[in-house]
């Protein structure tokens, strides 16, 4: 049981890690925050691998429990209008979508769908903000349960015909099914896949794009940056009590008798613990920081067999002058994949550790927004290029061919943008693990096998673990990553709940 | 035909020219992948010889696995429920090893031949899991089953038999292991068996397993030695109490229902568990079971007559299901209907457990309700299992 003297030390000072401490120290336990980095925030902070941006650069918007419990607000923290998408054509004619209204031909058909998948989304989202549902064991919060599903069959015998229909369903079906405009079938195809380790026509991933859109349709630019959150939650953590220590790396959690009993750090220091919540890889906390020694077989099977591989390459340009994606708003968040194949395409190689010819991407240019941002008056094209090789056999070669291709798609959607790059960061999914710890964008692939009751595994699908103490509350966790702070918080929930301890 | 082509024989063991020159009646099983003997002829004589001269049983399908290297004993323990750090070399202990669950896998004999060298022998194969297991250890692990050529030599006219081989074993204390020289090649003896009687076990490798059989018989000619099947051994191994796998207890990686998995304390082997030596596989589930209580108990019944009770149901006071026969038959040894059985707690404590058995009489079933009384385990074991020197028979 989590009491008023309870010493909890909270690994990780990601988005996750400073929404459980907050919420554990405002119910009055003592809570240690522990992050590896010079600063909070993780994925939230620029930290200079990836120039002058963090490694995430948008949010769908905090979890409105984490905003509302951190008083995000109060502690100034603002977002800009939700972005527009603009789907890129090479030859200028761009489709824009906003407020589940799409410019272009297809207009009627884009509403029309996506309306139904918020109607599908909406009511698959209050199962976000619970710890998930097993069939053995107990820990059911069965009040919620009831209204969810009594909300699931709410939406009428029709539609929830239609949901059971789509929900393992593949996105490029259904944006072919559907829509007619490749532009916006790609768009549809690339924000479904992602941060994912699957193509559009991989099985079961339109559900990636359900729970995209439960967290949000359309994704937001904090104003200051993301730093600015990574700030405001900072503050919202201090102000609860929380006792934060940076450049303080975790070697080892200590169990005795099958309970946490601490961590020690990298420089030897012990720090005592009743409560230990882990807000970093689940992998890692089990296989680096307990050790298989301390782990029942089974429990290390599963550890290991957790599906951790990023497709996603992080990419900062700082460019001189403003670049002409032909004319494009470049206040918008932009997104390159004319097709649905196109995406496939971009997929195929990663299977074979091999590098796409022509990327798929994501990039919003934040100086577009808040000119202030620049360094030095220019400005910073920030994008999430879509299918680097998690594991090539080449990772030099690798690197070099995926900027060269992003490169070359890039100038073809913005003709003279090579000329005006000031300087570049790039990091392949290789890096980005050295770096933040993060293998996949989730820590955990997001793919409906790793969801719900088995995510990040069966045993430690509800935020407790077999090891008395020990918790996740990592992207890795239900529901999965996203800057949201939804698992961080719900994982501070188990917790006080008391389940499992 | 191709698919018959392509079908694999059972594989035989090292010892197969003398066994099955010996099998008169042809009766084989299979055995872990190996054809097996049953009966060689006669179970009777066979069972005889086990409690009243010796007998020699070919152990080679038991699955053996070697663990060599420094952490070959942290890693035993790890996988194991019995301290495996108070196992010395030249010792062996009856072990068992669980699932995150706390369910049981197997059990097996551990046989400690040095501060870094094991040998287990048990019923399934589990190298995966034991490979899996290792993670984070330095520990080889190699199947040997192969390798090595096992014969199990046990009746009061064992140590005996031995002697006459050329090898003093009269020192030798139950759970103990003697090297010695046979052929140029390494033999291990153990004081070890499954019969509950004098016995010993002999290790050697592969290519020595018919000079060591055809040694052993001659030694053995004045003394009643004799080949037996499984149908004997099994017999002998009930009267001693011991469980098999797939048989008292299917281990959890087998089992396909989530109920039918059992734990230490509900197969009676929860004394095998050391619960200071600090982690091993399910030790979390089973200090939860251990606080919280089991769902089965097995137990030894007497049960009235002389049908053996196999596969029948237990009721409590004739009407209500509690429980399942493991094993069963009339024991010659004990002269009683013996039984292991499941029984789910609390009635285990009952003394109002009966057992409702279909005895085939001339092709007719015939249904009997028969009092079960709960009698201790072994159900028969005679002293000369345990004395040191044994005596001279």
């Known amino acids: ?501 | 035909m191709t698919g018959l082509k392509r079908a694999t024989q059972l594989l035989t063991t090292p010892f197969h020219a003398r066994t099955s020159a010996a099998n008169l009646q042809g009766r084989w099983g299979p055995w872990a992948g190996y054809r097996a003997a049953l009966c060689f002829g006669d179970v009777d004589m066979e069972y005889t010889a086990i409690r009243n001269a010796a007998s020699v049983y070919d152990l080679c399908p038991m699955v053996k696995y070697r663990f060599t290297g420094p952490d070959a004993e942290a890693y035993l323990d790890h996988l194991t429920v019995r301290n495996v750090a108070k196992l010395k070399p030249g010792s062996v202990h009856y072990t068992l090893w669980c699932d995150d669950e706390g369910k049981v896998l197997d059990d097996g004999t551990l046989l400690r031949h040095g501060p870094q060298e094991f040998l287990l022998s048990c019923q399934e194969r589990h190298l995966p899991w034991m490979l899996d297991a290792a993670t984070g250890y330095d520990v080889t692990i190699a199947d040997v089953t192969t390798e090595i050529a096992a014969l199990s030599l046990q009746g009061p006219t064992s140590a005996a038999v031995l002697r006459l081989a050329g090898w003093d074993v009269s020192d030798l204390r139950p759970f103990r292991m003697l090297k010695v020289d046979f052929g140029g090649a390494e033999l291990t003896i153990s004081r070890t068996g499954f019969t509950g009687d004098l016995g010993y076990e002999l290790w050697t490798s592969a290519d020595h397993a018919l000079p060591l059989w055809d040694h052993l018989m001659a030694a053995g000619a004045l003394h009643g030695i004799r080949p037996i099947g499984t149908d004997a051994l099994n017999l002998a191994r009930l009267d001693a109490g011991f469980l098999i796998a797939n048989v008292d207890f299917i281990p959890a990686d087998q089992a396909l229902r989530h109920d039918r998995a059992r734990s230490p304390f509900e197969i009676g082997l929860d004394w095998l568990i050391d619960w200071t030596k600090g982690h091993f596989n399910g030790r979390r589930a089973l200090v939860a079971e251990r606080a919280a209580g089991s769902e089965w108990a097995m137990v030894g019944l007497d049960i009235e007559g002389n049908v053996s009770a196999e596969g029948s149901i237990l009721y409590l006071g004739k009407k209500k299901e509690v429980g399942y026969i493991t094993s069963a038959a009339w024991s010659p040894s004990a002269k009683r209907s013996i039984a292991l059985a499941q029984i789910r707690r609390p009635y285990h404590e009952s003394a109002d457990i009966w057992v409702e058995i279909y005895a085939q009489r001339e092709l007719q079933y015939a249904k009997l309700m028969l009092k079960a009384d709960q009698t201790a385990r072994p159900f028969y074991e005679p002293a000369r299992r345990r004395t040191t020197p044994p005596q001279a028979f």
């Open chain 1, 1 to 501: 049981m989590l009491t008023r003297s309870s010493e909890v030390i909270v690994i990780g000072g990601g988005v996750n890690g400073l929404a459980a401490a907050t919420r554990l120290a405002r119910e009055g336990a003592r809570v240690t925050l522990l992050e590896t980095a010079a600063q909070t925030g993780g994925a939230m902070a620029a930290r200079g691998a990836a120039g002058d941006m963090p490694l995430a650069h948008l949010t769908p918007g905090l979890d409105p429990r984490v905003a509302k419990g951190m008083a995000l607000e109060t502690r100034g923290l603002r977002f800009h209008a939700p972005l527009r998408d603009t789907a890129l054509d090479l030859g200028g004619d761009h489709r824009t979508v906003a407020g589940g209204l799409a410019s272009g031909a297809d207009a009627a058909a884009w509403a029309t769908l996506h309306q139904r998948l918020m109607r599908f989304a909406s009511v698959l989202a209050p199962f976000r903000a619970m710890a998930p549902p097993r069939l053995k064991g107990g820990g059911n919060d069965w009040g919620a349960l009831m209204r969810h599903g009594l909300g699931l069959r709410a939406i009428g015998a029709r539609e929830f015909r239609e949901l059971l229909r789509m929900v393992l369903i593949n996105a490029a079906d259904v944006a072919e099914d559907e829509l007619n405009d490749p532009l916006l079938q790609g768009l549809m195809a690339h924000d479904a896949t992602q941060g994912a380790w699957l193509g559009p026509r991989s099985p079961n991933s339109l559900i990636l794009y359900l729970n995209r859109l439960a967290m949000g349709a359309q994704m937001r630019l904090p104003v200051g940056g993301m730093g600015s959150v990574a700030k405001a939650m900072t503050e919202a953590a201090t102000a609860a009590g929380v006792t934060i220590r940076l450049g303080a790396r975790v070697a080892q959690i200590e169990t005795l008798e099958g309970r946490v009993t601490g961590v020690v750090l990298d420089d030897g220091a012990r720090l005592l613990a009743d409560h230990v919540v882990s807000a970093i890889s689940p992998k890692a906390t089990f296989l680096d920081l307990i050790g298989p020694r301390g782990l029942e077989t089974g429990l290390l099977r599963a550890t290991r067999d957790i599906r951790a591989r990023g497709a996603t390459a992080r990419l900062t340009l700082r460019l001189n002058a403003a670049p002409n994606f032909r004319g494009a708003d470049l206040q918008s968040r932009m997104v390159i994949a004319p097709s649905v194949n196109a995406v496939e395409e971009a997929w195929n190689p990663v299977k074979y550790g091999e590098v796409p010819k022509r990327p798929v991407m994501e990039i919003v240019i934040p100086t577009a927004t808040e000119p202030e941002l620049a360094p030095d008056g220019g400005h910073v094209l920030s994008a999430l290029v879509q299918c680097a090789p998690h594991d090539p056999a080449k990772p030099k070669a690798a690197k070099t061919a995926m900027l060269k291709a992003t490169m070359r798609v890039l100038e073809d959607y913005a003709p003279g943008l090579g000329e005006m790059v000031s300087a570049t960061h790039f990091l392949m999914p290789w890096e980005i693990e050295a770096e933040y710890g993060l293998s996949n964008w989730h820590h955990a692939e997001l793919s409906v096998e790793q969801m719900l009751f088995n995510r990040p595994n069966h045993a430690t699908a509800q935020y407790a673990t077999p090891i008395a103490g020990l918790w996740l509350g990592s992207a890795g966790s239900h529901p999965g990553g996203g800057i949201t702070g939804a698992a961080g918080w719900n994982a501070a929930g188990a917790i006080i709940r008391g389940k499992a301890v």
